[in-house]
Structures are given as C-alpha cells and as structure tokens.
C-alpha cells in the first residue's frame, strides 16, 4: 500500500511565503518523477512543478522564479518552496509520486491535498 502525504499548507498573506512537504511511504522500490500541481475552485487541476529523480525539473510559467522544489531521494520526500505568494496561488495542493518496485511501474500516486490560501 503506497501512501502520499502532504503537509505544510495554511493561510498567508500576500507577499509572504509557505514550504509544502510531501512523503511517500509503502512497499517501493523508487520514485521517478515527484511534484506538486493545484487546483483552484471552479479550475481544472494544473502542474506547479515536478522533479526527477536526477533533479531535473520543470515549472509552471505562473510560478517560475518564486518557487522552487526539491527532493530527498533517500526519505521520499519532496518540498516545495512558495516565495511571494499571490492570491491566485489559493488553491488546494496535490502531491503527486509516480512508483515503481524495481523496474515494475507500479502507477501514479496522489496525496489527498493541502489548502494554501493567499489573502490581498
């Protein structure tokens, strides 16, 4: 049983900042690509950002050069940090693992969401 785990959402004000953890527990072997998207109300569900596990990334332009994400390999974990946070950044954020046990793909994993809101 895989599980993913988020952690670090809350309220902000705009301008501030917030880090977001994520871990992944369970029978893996290991994780490709980690990262966060988010979905605001009324809005699809859109990529913020992901990491490989050689640490390669990609960003969403709307959070380019504010936010930043990484990773420990050896705890499963990602974290993302949010700098100079907007009000359109309100949205619940989902962390997002896909596993494997050795060379099997086991699927992609979803953490159950943690809100972020910005206030003006």
């Known amino acids: 049983q895989v599980q993913v785990v988020e952690s670090g959402g809350g309220l902000v004000q705009a301008g501030g900042s917030l880090r977001l953890s994520c871990v992944v527990t369970g029978s893996i072997f290991s994780i490709n690509t980690m990262g966060w998207y988010r979905q605001a109300p009324g809005k699809q569900r859109e990529l913020v950002a992901t990491i490989t596990s050689d640490s390669n990334t990609n960003f969403a332009d709307s959070v380019k050069g504010r936010f930043t994400i990484s990773r420990d390999n050896a705890k499963n974990m990602v974290f993302l940090q949010m700098n100079s946070l907007k009000p359109e950044d309100t949205a619940v954020y989902y962390c997002?693992?896909?596993?494997?046990?050795?060379?099997?793909?086991?699927?992609?994993?979803w953490g159950q969401g943690t809100q972020v809101t910005v206030s003006s």
């Open positions: 997002y693992a896909d596993a494997y046990y050795y060379s099997n793909y086991m699927g992609d994993y």
